[in-house]
């Protein structure tokens, strides 16, 4: 069992930046690639990134692409979503998930409990 918990989401205004952080309980974080995934209201839950479980494979979505990075620590079981030039579509919950390297939630075997982003304009 991987356990997830996300941290870092909050208030910003249009243009800032925000740093996400999941840390993973358990000895396997290096067994999986990790993503994020955001959702908002009304909406399905949407790819935003992925990395392998060396790091060296990543994937972003075409709306967040080169605005956010995604970036792992190993050695503190940690993986990061460093947000850029945030803009008000942005705002939703952001889940980060354990599993495989794939756009497809289904490819995630494990998910944390989300955080809130809201990007006020």
């Known amino acids: 069992q991987v356990q997830l918990v996300e941290s870092g989401g909050g208030l910003v205004q249009a243009g800032g930046s925000l740093r996400l952080s999941c840390t993973a309980s358990?000895?396997?974080?290096?067994?999986?690639?990790m993503g994020w995934f955001r959702q908002a209201p009304g909406k399905e839950r949407e790819f935003v990134a992925t990395i392998s479980w060396s790091g060296d494979i990543t994937y972003y979505s075409d709306s967040v692409k080169g605005r956010f990075t995604i970036a792992r620590g190993n050695a503190k079981n940690t993986v990061y979503l460093q947000m850029n030039s945030l803009k008000a579509d942005d705002t939703a919950v952001y889940y980060c998930?354990?599993?495989?390297?794939?756009?497809?939630?289904?490819?995630?075997?494990?998910w944390g409990q989300g955080t809130q982003v809201t990007v006020s304009s």
């Open positions: 998930a354990a599993g495989t390297t794939t756009v497809l939630p289904d490819g995630y075997y494990y």
């Open positions: 358990g000895r396997t974080f290096l067994s999986y690639a």
